[in-house]
Structures are given as C-alpha cells and as structure tokens.
C-alpha cells in the first residue's frame, strides 16, 4: 500500500507539538542559532539594506528574536505550522500576530512581500521542499537566505562522488526509498521526522530567480577541491539575490 505524505506531516507535528517546550534548548547552535551563521546572514541584510524578513518554520520565534535583537528597525514576521511552537513564542517575548500559523507551501502573502525570505533547518523536514523554495521566491523581493544540510558533504570522499553521481543520474530517490524502507524519511529522537536533503537540490531552480548567488559553507571544513563546497561540507549557507550589489 502506498504511503500518504500527510502521514509524515501527522508524525512531524506531533513531534513538534510535544518539544515545543524544549526545542531552543535541544537545537541550540543550530541554524539560525550559530554565532558564524547569524553574523554572515546579519551580514548580508545589511549589504542590502533590507527593512523586511520572513521567517518559514519560525518555531518558537528562535530566529526572529536574533535578527531584531541585532539589526534596529528590521521587521521581521514568521510562518510556523505548529500552534505549541507559535504559543512558546509568545512566552518568549513575541508579539502576537507576528508568527502566522501556515505552512512554506502556501504562504499567506502577496507577490513579492518582503525584501528577503529566509529558511533556517527546516527544508530538510519538509516532504516537497521544492514547493516550500517556489513559495519563498514569489514572495521575495530582494533575497532569498536557506541554511540547511548537504548530503553531499557527508560520509567519507568515496561515499560523498557516488551519492552525487547517482543524483546525477536521477537514481537517488530510488536508492533513499529502499534505503529508508520505503519511508522516505528518517526518524530520530533528536531531531523528529527529516528527509535526505541538499540545499543544492534548490539549485537550479534558485539560481534562475536570482541576479547573484552566494554558496558559503557553514561548518569549519577544508576546501580539498574545486567542487567545495558541494562535497566538502555537510552544511551550506545559500544567499540568492535578484539584483546584483555590487
């Protein structure tokens, strides 16, 4: 019997809705929460003056509260689809109405809305992050900031060039199915419900929104060849802009 995708969504957030309490603590230094990511991503806004941010998968408000507290007179909004993780925001200091309940595949804003829309960790828990990637370039005005895993960076050298090559050769979805048992995704106590993704998965489509793109490892990682770092590092930081700064 085939799996419903909505059976993935039910297990993610359940998981959500009873760590609600406890997700900063457990995800601190992650994503948004990592000194070097948030100076580089501060960095850019400020490159290209930008006055507003939305957030996909805001959580409990983690990332809002960084860049508010960082940048003066940047308005920052949030869309979360799990309500525990909205109202822990609340306890946290966030205004009400600043974190909609929504999902990246539908986003509850106008055509070019902000002047950057930002995903921090969280493509690589959604079952079509291309749809969640679309979303974020129609409601982009200026940029696009996704700070997420790369699978190509991860395992030894030999395992990194054969994953990208069965990618290439459009048998990785294939291979992940049987590898997962014919889940799809992963399960872990840590981290809930999360698929095998890349930010180079977005890639192209990405690349054909922006005017210029910034690929920038986030982890302490040697560059060993050209190809860093699609096979150097397992996490990447990808800043597309639709207009040239420089």
């Not at 019997?1 to 993610?12: A, G, K, T």
């Not at 200091?93 to 930002?118: R, W």
């Not at 929104?209 to 397992?234: D, F, Y």
Request: with cysteine.
């Amino acid at each position: 019997m085939p799996r419903s995708f909505d059976e993935d969504i039910l297990i993610q957030r359940k998981y959500y809705t009873e760590t609600a309490a406890e997700y900063d603590a457990a995800h601190a230094g992650e994503g948004d929460d990592d000194p070097v990511n948030l100076r580089m991503v501060c960095g850019i806004l400020r490159m290209i003056e930008a006055r507003t941010v939305l957030d996909i998968g805001a959580g409990t408000g983690r990332a809002i509260r960084h860049l508010t507290e960082q940048l003066a007179g940047l308005t920052v909004r949030g869309v979360e689809p799990v309500a525990a993780r909205i109202a822990q925001a609340a306890k946290k200091g966030i205004p009400a109405g600043v974190i909609v309940q929504g999902v990246g595949e539908a986003l509850p804003f106008g055509n070019a809305s902000f002047d950057v829309v930002c995903a921090f960790a969280m493509l690589h828990h959604v079952t079509n992050p291309d749809a969640v990637v679309r979303e974020m370039l129609r409601v982009a005005r200026r940029g696009v900031v996704i700070i997420d895993g790369n699978r190509f960076g991860q395992g030894s050298w030999p395992m990194r060039v054969f994953k990208l090559g069965l990618y290439k050769a459009g048998l990785w979805g294939l291979i992940n199915y049987l590898k997962t048992g014919g889940k799809g995704y992963n399960l872990t106590e840590g981290d809930g419900l999360f698929y095998s993704y890349s930010v180079y998965d977005s890639f192209n489509r990405i690349a054909e929104w922006a005017g210029q793109m910034m690929v920038i490892p986030n982890e302490a990682c040697k560059a060993r060849s050209w190809l860093h770092p699609l096979l150097t590092s397992s996490g990447v930081l990808v800043c597309a802009l639709k207009d040239t700064v420089w």
